[in-house]
């Protein structure tokens, strides 16, 4: 996977149902209109079923796929738009084979890793938790579960990977260590991790702290646009 300089990546379309109401063309022209060379759509993923929300429903998924590989041909020699999908790592769903199954799909590119909530047990997840618990304890279940989803291969980019911190306001020892064992597994696996300028508008989702320890990693900056206007070359 080749992401260029010039390239917009992390963009997500109308269906995810918390981005801008507009079609997924809107965005390629704004891309080309700024003289962008590529454009990576990467909008939420379903999971069969559809359990969880802010995301495009399974029957939209194949839709998603060929309404974008339509504007690949039209817009080619023009510019590149690129399809993938950003997806949590979900145990029970590997074990049932879906992220094969996505990565298996016709015209589909790649996996952005976008671990906002973790499985805690059958049909359990973190966003059950208590406040407490979350300030104390999310930014281990949500690292851990980046960390295994890494070593599968499944994944092509970890986006915004120090977000796992959010609820914490003081950096601490234990943070430091888990932000530590996930750099050091992208860096072994040679998976890329996105500093997601989105996350720098909100407070404690952006952490210098975990940047500062990213050395000898590929580093790729994404845009994380939900609305035309966020689209924009780095």
């Not at 194949?62 to 979900?90: A, C, N, P, Q």
Request: proline fraction near 3%.
């Amino acid at each position: 996977m080749n992401v260029s300089e010039k390239d917009i990546f992390h963009v997500h379309t109308y269906r995810c149902g918390h981005a801008e109401n507009v079609s997924d063309e809107e965005y390629v022209k704004k891309a080309v209109s700024l003289g962008a060379s590529g454009i990576w759509f990467t909008d939420h993923a379903p999971f069969p079923g559809d359990p969880f929300g802010n995301r495009m429903k399974y029957s939209e998924l194949d839709e998603y796929i060929g309404t974008l590989f339509e504007l690949k041909k039209k817009y080619e020699g023009v510019i590149s738009v690129h399809i993938g999908l950003e997806i949590e790592y979900f145990p029970f769903f590997d074990k049932d084979g879906y992220y094969k199954e996505l990565k298996a799909k016709d015209n589909f590119e790649m996996l952005l890793l976008g671990q906002h909530m973790a499985e805690t047990g059958p049909g359990e997840y973190t966003f059950s938790w208590d406040k407490e618990r979350l300030c104390s304890e999310e930014y281990i279940a949500l690292g851990n579960a980046q960390i295994q989803a890494i070593d599968t291969g499944y994944f092509d980019v970890v986006a915004h990977p120090d977000r796992i911190f959010r609820k914490r306001k003081d950096w601490s020892e234990g943070m430091a260590t888990m932000a530590d064992h996930i750099i050091d597994s992208a860096r072994r696996r040679n998976i890329p991790l996105e500093i997601n300028e989105s996350s720098k508008l909100q407070n404690n989702h952006y952490r210098e702290e975990f940047w500062d320890r990213a050395y000898e990693v590929q580093i790729i900056h994404g845009v994380d646009a939900h609305a035309v206007k966020e689209v924009r070359v780095l």
